[in-house]
């Protein structure tokens, strides 16, 4: 089960946070704060899995943008570093080469994409198209 689903800049800003399991939100600024000091601080020769608290944190760099997830121990690794790659994907199909502005400015866009592929914490959808024209027929109720 994702635990949660953040993105969040080098300079350690979170443009977008998904939580999944209930938190108090001093402890997700914790979370925040330590996950981004663990992935930007490690090599990239290493793993994009880290050990964290009773998780594990699954990670990917993208330009100048970390997006992680929290997983469960006994959840397969693998299969959500691809759903990670994939979210970027649908974002640059989506936007049209992305960056750091279109998730600032069209937020509730990202957040919409995020709930086409994510649900309650576990992988809902996997298809790129299905995906895209979802949000097709969605982007005509956001602004």
Not at 76 to 90: D, K, S
């Amino acid at each position: 089960m994702i635990r949660f689903f953040l993105i969040q800049n080098r300079q350690g800003r979170t443009r977008l946070s998904k939580w999944y399991i209930p938190y108090e939100e001093d402890e997700q600024h914790k979370v925040e704060a330590e996950v981004h000091s663990l992935v930007t601080t490690r090599s990239p020769r290493f793993t994009n899995f880290v050990e964290y608290r009773t998780f594990k944190v699954i990670y990917r760099r993208y330009a100048g943008l970390f997006f992680t997830m929290g997983i469960d121990e006994d959840d397969n690794e693998l299969a959500h570093l691809e759903a990670i790659h994939l979210f970027v994907e649908v974002l640059d199909k989506f936007f049209g080469n992305v960056c750091e502005l279109d998730l600032v400015f069209n937020f509730l866009k990202v957040y919409a994409i995020v709930d086409e592929m994510f649900l309650a914490g576990e992988i809902q959808e996997t298809g790129k198209e299905v995906i895209l024209a979802q949000m097709r027929d969605l982007e005509q109720f956001l602004p």
